[in-house]
């Protein structure tokens, strides 16, 4: 059982620096999100509330399987349509970033999803109040992140049960046909 | 920047243990505890870290819970100062006065005990003269719920946050990780775990890499 104010807070702490996701299930995460959003509807519909839509948005980074570092960057108005970002994927290289539009309701999100540990990077939200009260901001705030956090573990929920799933090799192969450049 | 206004860049933690009943008071001590102090000398080189208000980092006084704690929200900055001397300049100005050491004392070398005098003052005089680097880095922490978010990515700052949260509150933090999406699916989690990554290189068709 743990003793506040034993130790110096890093030791045997599980999660932690050495005990990382494996880089391979963010990347297929990441391309589960693109193609889902380019040949689908990009769409989660929840039992008892409000779906939401996805798309990527201005960004697509990649890296070589394998390595950490980025080796190549696509940006600029949906990157996620060229046949520059494909062609990555048909030579090998697999997603590191991706940049990410959501919508629910009448609210709108971006944020970019880095590494292998899908954390949230520039996240923008639609929050409206400025000034005022910090109570009020705070409550706004948090209340609009624990949104997007929620949309994504869902979405990331969706990615594993097809990843976790038999399907998966059959919709790996209508991907590889898509990346080539033929239908997806 | 992220907590009041702003895009948010944060790491997000597990905090690992209870709250102890009405903690409010007992935390207004921790965090005055661990605040932020600036140094007593003005040549004093080491890293210093402590807690300072969201609002100003020059506010390090965590006697009024109206500053920090917003319902069950607890809002406060990690601020860490460091003095880097400027290295050419240093070098150079060193150089100067080993120079007119030997003039002044009709030598050829600066003896090594004369140099370590000389590269002691000068270090002392040239950090009494430097401002220090500050960082700062927001933590908004869902005292109810147990997780926080700390508005930093940098691997060094998660770890001086970690271990400063540990001495003020006695909680271990857990990184999130996107398994945690999968916990109440433990089968999904193992099967992801032990997948490959998906090549969609033509040639590999079936393959999996990493």
New interface residues.
């Given amino acids: 059982m ?4 034993s ?4 030791e ?6 050495d ?11 990441y ?1 589960w999100l693109w193609y889902s959003s380019e040949v689908g509807r990009g769409q989660i519909d929840v039992a008892d509330e409000s779906p939401f839509t996805w798309w990527v948005d201005d960004r697509l980074s990649f890296r070589s ?2 390595e950490d570092k980025v080796n190549a960057v696509l940006t600029g108005e949906n990157p996620s349509t060229t046949p520059e970002a494909r062609a990555a ?4 290289k ?1 997603l590191r970033d991706v940049r990410l539009a959501l919508r629910r309701d009448d609210r709108e999100y971006a944020v970019t999803l ?1 590494g292998s ?9 639609p929050a409206q109040l ?1 000034t005022g009260d ?2 009020e ?3 706004e ?2 209340f609009l ?1 624990e949104e997007l ?1 929620w949309m ?2 869902m979405m ?2 969706k990615f ?2 097809a ?2 799933s038999a399907e ?2 059959p919709f ?2 209508r ?2 046909t898509w ?2 450049g033929g239908p997806a | 920047m992220g ?3 702003g ?6 933690y597990q905090v ?2 209870e709250l102890p009943p009405d903690f409010t008071p007992i935390y207004i001590d921790k965090l005055n505890d661990n605040a932020f102090r600036d140094a007593l000398s003005a040549a004093h080189k080491e890293e210093r870290l402590g807690w300072a208000q969201v ?1 100003n980092l020059l506010d390090t006084d965590f006697s009024d819970s109206n500053l920090w704690l ?2 069950q ?1 607890a ?1 406060f900055s990690l601020r860490v100062d460091k003095k880097v001397l400027p290295a050419t300049l240093f070098r150079a100005t060193l150089e100067k006065r080993q120079q007119t050491w030997c003039k002044a004392n009709n030598r050829e070398k600066v003896p090594f005990s004369a140099k370590a005098e000389l590269r002691e003052t000068l270090e002392l005089e040239m950090l009494a003269q430097t401002l220090p680097r500050v960082s700062i880095a927001e933590v ?1 922490w ?1 005292t109810r719920e147990g997780w926080l ?1 700390f508005h930093s ?1 940098a ?1 060094a700052q998660n ?1 001086r946050f ?2 400063l ?3 003020t ?11 945690d ?2 916990s109440d ?1 433990p ?3 193992a ?3 032990a ?8 040639a ?3 393959d ?3």
């Fill in positions: 743990f003793e506040p104010g130790g110096d807070g890093n045997g702490v599980p999660g932690g620096a005990d990382e996701t494996p880089p391979h299930i963010a990347s297929d995460f391309l399987a394998g994927l048909a030579g090998g697999v880095r540990n899908v954390a949230v990077a520039g996240a923008k939200i400025k910090t109570t901001i705070v409550l705030r948090m992140y956090h994504i573990g990331f929920r594993g049960e990843r976790a998966w090799s790996a192969d991907m590889r990346a080539a | 907590a009041l206004k895009s948010i860049s944060a790491r997000r690992l243990g609002h917003y319902q929200y809002v908004v869902n978010l990515h691997e770890d970690r271990k949260f540990h001495r509150f006695g909680f271990i933090l857990r990184p999130f990780a996107p398994l999406f999968v699916m089968e999904v989690a099967r992801l775990m997948s490959g990554g998906t090549d969609l290189r033509p590999h068709l079936g999996d890499h990493v």
